[in-house]
T-cell receptor, first 114, second 113 residues
Framework: EPEVTQTPSHQVTQMGQEVILRCVPI?????FYWYRQILGQKVEFLVS????????KSEIFDDQFSVERPDGSNFTLKIRSTKLEDSAMYFC????????????FGDGTRLSIL | AQSVTQPDIHITVSEGASLELRCNYS??????LFWYVQSPGQGLQLLLK??????LVQGIKGFEAEFKRSQSSFNLRKPSVHWSDAAEYFC???????????FGTGTRLKVLA
């Protein structure tokens, strides 16, 4: 069964550094998402992306964050200047329609900010 | 405001016992409902989904869930739990008009041999 893949599985970064998290969505999917899960807390929506633009974002997704689909297969989340509170598990998801099909999640990237 | 409540943070059951995990939601629009499971160090795997139609939905691994609009609930059930079912279970809600899912805080299931 096709799946969403995320790299790296664990990223350790110094505070203030830029980090890029990478995702390869399921190949025929058109909608892409990022969520995060701070340790011990619920999974929170960050952003959705369709047709090469952001379609919805949460209040968490401020100017420090950006997303990009640099080619036909990858979907990236960039955090420009990381803060300690950015430490979390980041999940990428994709779906082939907005509402009528479920979002499929990757295994996540654990981001640790030192 | 939209919200999802999973009242039970931890549940412990014996292997072979039945299981019910509770989920209540608050959503103004017609909800789409999901249960995901997360094993330690793993991502979120979809167990089952409800969009419309039959309110009792079957999922993978022998799980089922029932949508009860009058109670704003979507409880997950399994008649006989296996040790491999030990994991964290998340209820999530989506809706027409929005791209995001709203997740509950999760229920951690422990299975006793």
């Amino acid at each position: 069964e096709p799946e969403v893949t995320q790299t790296p599985s664990h990223q350790v970064t110094q505070m203030g550094q830029e980090v890029i998290l990478r995702c390869v969505p399921i190949s025929n999917h058109l909608y892409f998402y990022w969520y995060r899960q701070i340790l011990g807390q619920k999974v929170e929506f960050l952003v959705s992306f369709y047709n090469n633009e952001i379609s919805e974002k949460s209040e968490i997704f401020d100017d420090q964050f950006s997303v990009e689909r640099p080619d036909g297969s990858n979907f990236t989340l960039k955090i420009r200047s990381t803060k300690l509170e950015d430490s979390a598990m980041y999940f990428c998801a994709s779906s082939d329609m907005r509402n009528d099909q479920p979002q499929h999640f990757g295994d996540g990237t654990r981001l640790s900010i030192l | 405001a939209q919200s999802v409540t999973q009242p039970d943070i931890h549940i412990t059951v014996s292997e072979g016992a039945s299981l019910e995990l509770r989920c209540n939601y608050s959503y103004g629009a017609t909800p789409y409902l999901f249960w995901y499971v997360q094993s330690p160090g793993q991502g979120l795997q979809l167990l089952l989904k409800y969009f419309s139609g039959d309110t009792l939905v079957q999922g993978i691994k022998g799980f089922e869930a029932e949508f009860k609009r009058s109670q704003s609930s979507f409880n997950l059930r399994k008649p006989s739990v296996h040790w491999s079912d030990a994991a964290e279970y998340f209820c999530a809600v989506g809706a027409s008009g929005t791209y995001k899912y709203i997740f509950g805080t999760g229920t951690r299931l422990k299975v006793l041999a």
